[in-house]
């Protein structure tokens, strides 16, 4: 699994990156093409995406896997 504390990490970044965009969870949903339920559940730290949709959120947001889901300490 992963460790809660990276979940909450990964999904304070995302909801960060997605309001700077200005746009809801929804948008951001329909780009990646994923549901809105899902996109909450990464921001909240519940789940953390499949490799497929880490590579379509760091595309999305033009920045790398490693920058968004795998920081150095």
């Known amino acids: 699994m992963y460790d809660t504390v990276d979940g909450i990490r990964i999904g304070k970044k995302i909801k960060e990156m997605r309001i700077q965009k200005e746009m809801t969870a929804e948008e951001l949903a329909r780009a ?3 549901s809105s339920s899902a996109v909450n559940m990464y921001e909240c730290g519940q789940r953390i995406p499949r490799d497929e949709i880490k590579i379509k ?4 947001f033009g920045a790398s896997v490693e920058a968004i889901f795998y920081p150095k300490q």
């Open 32 to 34: 990646l093409g994923t």
């Open 57 to 60: 959120i760091a595309d999305f």
